[in-house]
């Protein structure tokens, strides 16, 4: 990451406890404002901890977290900060309009026609019961609600599951605008793999409550290959994280940025879903890689 790159969350060997279980473990990453990162990795990895930390809602067992600067208190999000958990936070028994005005009450930096367009825009009706809206339709009012804040940062768990196609493209188009017009900080937790890669600058992937990846896009794609081809594989075996079939061809995904010269062997630039799959697939401390 660029020197020059505004942070908006620097951690450092964070951790955090349940109990006697750790859900994280030494996690020192940095997180760029004005960028779309996605968070992924397995059911139970991490990234829900990860997120109430950042949110202020945990309190670290262990190391530091800033945001903006400052240590989250522990007890609530700061200002700048916009977090859509996955039980999203709705009063059922309010409209979709005096779910508006509540938050208007309750945000100093709360945008009102922006928030009225947003909703104007996915469709919903201003004088929907909430209760009574779709799984999808409530996603986007619990984006509006967060959005409407203009937060600095604005994190979203598993945004994308209720969504339609069409919403989901949607969705992550305003997110990406978003971010680019008004510089915010976008972290989204995903398991849908496949439209993270059009979207997301940067990506930290979480595997038994570490990291596993952290880079930008750019580099973490520049830095690996894929192969195809049969026999004895071109490369040294710790550069191959994850080896698997098709058909008579083995594919491996590999570390490294340089061509592979070899016969009978094509080559590919990953997507970064290849690379994500890769990594979940291989989730061995050995194969973990922090890109600067
Ligand atoms: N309140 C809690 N009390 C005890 N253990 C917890 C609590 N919250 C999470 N955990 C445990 O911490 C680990 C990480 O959970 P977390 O919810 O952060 O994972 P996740 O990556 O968000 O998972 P998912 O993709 O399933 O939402 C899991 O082993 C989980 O069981």
């Known amino acids: 990451m660029g020197s020059e790159e505004v942070l908006a969350v620097r951690a450092h060997q964070l951790a955090k406890r349940y109990r006697r279980r750790w859900a994280l473990r ?7 404002q004005n960028r779309v990162v996605a968070l992924v990795g397995h059911n139970g ?17 262990e190391g530091e977290i800033e945001v903006f600067g400052r240590r989250p208190s522990g007890t609530g999000a700061p200002v700048e900060v916009a977090y ?3 039980q999203k936070p709705l009063y059922p028994g309010l409209t979709v309009a005096e779910s508006l005005r509540f938050a208007a009450r309750m945000n100093t930096r709360w945008d ?22 779709s799984g999808g339709q409530r996603t986007r009012v619990a984006l509006v609600l967060a959005l409407g804040k203009r937060p600095g940062l604005l994190m979203l768990d598993e945004p994308l599951a209720e969504l339609d196609p069409l919403a989901r493209e949607a969705t992550m188009r305003t997110l990406q605008e978003e971010s680019r017009q008004h510089g915010i900080g976008v972290l989204l937790s995903s398991h849908v793999l496949e439209e993270l890669g059009t979207v997301c600058d940067h990506l930290v992937l979480l595997g038994n409550g570490r990291v596993r990846l952290d880079g930008s896009v750019a580099d973490l794609v520049a830095g690996h290959r894929v192969l195809r081809g049969d026999g004895q594989p071109p490369v040294a075996p710790g550069e191959i994280i994850d080896s698997s079939r098709s058909g008579h061809e083995q594919v491996l995904l590999t570390k490294r940025s340089g061509p592979v010269a070899a016969p009978g062997w094509r080559e590919h630039t990953p997507r970064l879903n290849d690379i994500a799959l890769a990594y979940m697939r291989n989730n061995d401390d050995d194969n973990a890689e922090v890109a600067a």
Do not use: F, H, N, W
């Open 26 to 32: 030494g996690c020192s990453l940095s997180l760029p």
């Open 45 to 61: 990895a991490g990234k829900s901890t990860l997120m109430g930390l950042i949110a202020g809602l945990l309190k670290p067992t």
């Open 84 to 86: 859509v958990a996955q």
């Open 112 to 133: 009102q026609d922006y928030a009225e367009r947003l909703i104007r825009a996915a469709e919903v009706p201003l004088d929907g019961k909430v209760g009574k809206l």
